[in-house]
Nanobody, 117 residues
């Protein structure tokens, strides 16, 4: 059974930092591309960052230079370091991956990030 469990969200003032963590189980983590998505109230879910099995990263323009995605294959975890946070970063952040065979998507339950101005 695949499980993705996010943690690390919270309330922070603009300019502050948070580090999100996603603990995974039930997948061959080192082979999976991992991603962080976010969904603000009344908006569609959007990509924030991805990291490939080889460590290549990709970022949305809105977070580039402020967010850093990383992975620890020994711990089966993926992280999102968020610096210089802005009120527009307020959203529920979701961990995401896709099964290596069959293409099924897996999502965590999400963690709330609220940035006050």
């Amino acid at each position: 059974q695949v499980q993705l469990v996010e943690s690390g969200g919270g309330l922070v003032q603009a300019g502050g930092s948070l580090r999100l963590s996603c603990a995974t189980s039930g997948i061959t983590f080192s082979l999976n591309q991992m991603g962080w998505y976010r969904q603000a109230p009344g908006k569609q879910r959007e990509l924030a960052a991805t990291i490939s099995s080889g460590g290549s990263t990709n970022y949305a323009d809105s977070v580039k230079g402020r967010f850093t995605i990383s992975r620890d294959n020994a711990k089966n975890r993926v992280y999102l370091q968020m610096n210089s946070l802005k009120p527009e970063d307020t959203a529920v952040y979701f961990c995401h991956t896709v099964a290596l065979w069959g293409g099924r998507e897996y999502w965590g339950q999400g963690t709330q990030v609220t940035v006050s101005s």
